[in-house]
């Protein structure tokens, strides 16, 4: 990756990466798309005290960080053990091997996993199971799913409550224009994503700004993406982004050699 100018988009480790792009010969630029999330703790007291007092048949977690705050919460509420019996009293779903590792620490048990860490794998699981009347309780990161929300509704359930604990507050519009600018110019050759979030503020500035077919042009021709896993690969597929580099191993790290991989490649067959 020689001279090539590699886009950082996540907040996360920027300085490590960086070193990593410059041994390899790359130029690293920063352009955080992350934005900042919020933890909103006092939005959860009324769920959570519903939930301690009410249950629920199906609770379906989606993040490891997420989880872990709702259940931090309820501690202070002082029904932290409450939440705790429901969760184990409910058919429990998760989403990626950080919620797994959350719910081994708590000593839960899910009845159903993804296969891929993607909502969509997590879905594809489900569909073998009957929500008719089913009250369905969803912990989200900072978006809502309304893909999800649709899905347990067509297939019978009665009641679908999300509870988002973190609020995303988006990047600053100056940095979108700058980056967008970049990439339309062919100012640099490759945008690292680390998180889905960063693909859906950039891609949600750019339709704003009349500007969507010129970045997919762009992500066509002469600028590569690259995700950090199977989620964030999702995002960029959602906006017909076909040319996307994904490591194996969903590590910073592994996302920079593999890209360097991808350059070698596309250098030696130039030769």
């Known amino acids: 990756m020689k001279d090539k100018r590699i886009v950082i988009a996540g907040s996360r480790k920027t300085d490590e990466m960086s070193l990593i792009i410059e041994k390899r010969g790359g130029i690293p630029f920063i352009r955080s798309l992350q934005g900042l999330t919020m933890f909103e703790e006092d939005l959860l007291e009324e769920p959570l005290r519903r939930f301690a007092e ?100 067509n297939k019978g359930a009665v009641h679908v409550e999300s509870v988002l604990p973190y609020r995303h507050v988006p990047p600053a519009e100056a940095t979108l224009d700058l980056l967008m600018t970049e990439l339309v110019e062919g100012s640099v050759d490759t945008v690292c994503f680390t998180t889905a979030v960063q693909v ?38 959602e906006y017909r982004v076909k040319r996307i580099i994904v490591p194996e191993i969903e590590r910073m790290g ?17 030769i």
Do not use: C
């Open 54 to 153: 009410q249950g629920a048949d199906w609770i379906i977690l989606t993040t490891g960080l997420g989880s872990e705050s709702v259940v931090g919460a309820a501690d202070k509420l002082g029904i932290g053990q409450a939440v705790l019996e429901r969760m184990s009293q409910a058919k429990i779903a998760s989403r990626g091997y950080k919620t797994s590792a959350f719910l081994k620490r708590t000593g839960l048990q899910a009845v159903v996993s993804d296969d891929d860490g993607t909502m969509q794998g997590l879905m594809d699981n489900l569909s073998a199971y009957n929500f008719e009347g089913q009250r369905v309780w969803i912990q989200l990161h900072g978006e809502p799913a309304p893909e999800l929300t649709r899905f347990l509704e």
């Open 254 to 270: 592994a996302l920079i050699i593999e890209i360097s991989r991808y350059y070698e490649s596309v250098e030696g067959n130039e």
């Open 200 to 237: 859906h503020y950039l891609f949600k500035y750019a339709i704003g700004s009349g500007r969507k077919e010129q970045l997919l042009n762009a992500f066509e021709q002469h600028v590569v993406a690259a995700a950090v896993g199977k989620v964030t690969a999702e995002a960029l597929k």
